[in-house]
């Protein structure tokens, strides 16, 4: 399985889908959500489950990775931008903006695409994509936790495409 995003140039991800983009909740956070391309899927895939993650935000939130986009029940191959916003055929979960570093940002607010807004350095942002052979029951606003205990058996293959966001 192969995951390509126009949003991702010469490993930097643009500034659109982010901090110095132009669209954003009202907290202030992006919501301008990437695009991806899966492509060669494994034979037997029902759904794909996307988790967009932040692991160099560890030594800033005193200890944990943030969250910027959960999504699973994707039926087809390609997101374009800003779909976490429009589409209605894919459920999402919660993000770290949820969380008291994010100001405890509403749950209905969290459960779409909270893009990127490093504070102290560039961070390297992860796309992981997994191919699953079923839909998976959760609901809007569903936890990382919840995700990973319904792919659990299910998964057919796993992708990751990084990016870097450069500090605001």
Known sequence: MIVTSTGIIGGKIQDQYGGRGTQFNENGIPTYSLPFKIEEAPEG???FAVILEDKDSYPVTGGFVWIHWLAANITRNELQGNESQMASD??????????????????ELSSFYGGMTPPDQAHVYE?????????????????????????EGHILAQYTLKGRYDKM
């Open 45 to 47: 895939t029902v759904s």
């Open 127 to 151: 796309l992981h994509v997994f191919a699953l052979d079923s839909l998976l029951k959760l609901q809007t606003g569903f936890y990382l936790n919840e995700l990973y205990h319904r792919m």
């Open 90 to 107: 894919f459920i999402q979960g919660c993000n770290s903006w949820t969380s008291i570093q994010g100001s405890r940002q509403s749950r």
